[in-house]
């Protein structure tokens, strides 16, 4: 199934929840021990935890690479396991390069058998570093989700720098636009999608008119501020086209016995917040 198709089928039968799973051996919960193991069996627990209302999980790379070879294979058994509980996933790894070796990251993240379904992509180099990750993606019914307006407070000083009329993040909104039109799903949704911060609902509101065909992941809700009635502007009439990630506040729910129940009900509360809004 195209990737959008996919990603709205799940939204609708479950909310526009992303959790963002950002490990750190320091702050997993009481009785969690602190190996990569104990890593593996907290990821677990969340995904158990939270797969009846969140639509896909994004494990940030980073938090994984940090543990070595087997932190990498952590990430890739609990990718997997996130698909056997019926989650999609989005690899948070902001990757980018050109040439063959573009190639090799889109083929590592995007491959026909890999158990990840889109990945987070850098457009600083141009569209010689995206294409390589749209081909993989449409070839193998995956997506690729580009920086366009992140949610951290120093983005402006690339990202807002005045280009002729417009501002740079605005530039790059059409792009993503006009990589994206190229492939719709039945959805009338791209493969392409675009990461637009919650932290900056005025801009989220005009980026969705320049990419009425693109799907949003809007980080920065929850531990960074972002609300329910911010991250609405990002979503398309029908309430579909867009998935929220909240990673701390729901990973780190609790750190006593009951983590695993606290995450599952911040999972529910931010999934009931979501629908308020976007049923008004």
């Known amino acids: 199934m195209h990737f959008a198709d996919a990603l709205t089928a799940r939204t609708k039968a479950t909310s526009p929840v992303c959790v963002g799973l950002d490990p750190v051996i ?160 039945k959805t009338n949704l791209s493969c392409v999608g675009a990461v637009v911060g919650a932290t900056y609902p005025e801009e989220m509101k005009y980026l969705r008119t320049l990419m009425p065909h693109i799907p949003f992941l809007i980080p920065g809700y929850g531990a960074q501020g972002g609300t329910a009635e911010e991250v609405k502007h990002g979503f398309i009439p029908d309430g579909t086209g867009a998935i929220v990630n909240a990673s701390r506040s729901i990973i780190y729910a609790s750190k006593g016995k009951d983590w695993q129940e606290a995450a599952k009900m911040a999972t529910a509360k931010m999934a009931e917040e979501l629908h308020g809004v976007l049923r008004k």
């Open 26 to 185: 320091d702050k997993l919960p009481e009785g969690i021990e602190k190996t990569p193991a104990g890593v593996a069996t907290f990821c677990r627990g969340i995904i158990d935890a939270t797969a009846e209302f969140a639509c896909c999980i994004k494990p940030q790379l980073a938090y994984f690479e940090v543990l070595g070879w087997e932190g990498m294979k952590v990430f890739w058994e609990i990718s997997a396991y996130a698909k056997q509980k019926n989650l999609l996933v989005i690899a948070d790894g902001k990757r980018n390069d050109i040439g063959s070796t573009c190639e090799a990251y889109a083929e590592a993240y995007l491959g026909k058998d890999k158990p990840i379904d889109a990945l987070t992509v850098s457009p600083y180099l141009g569209s010689d570093g995206i294409i390589p990750f749209i081909e993989q993606a449409v070839a193998n019914n995956k997506g690729i989700f580009v920086l366009v307006k992140t949610s951290n407070t120093s983005s402006g000083e690339l990202q807002d720098l005045p280009v002729g009329d417009e501002v740079v993040h605005e530039h790059l909104a059409q792009l993503v636009e006009g990589w994206g039109a190229q492939h719709l799903g």
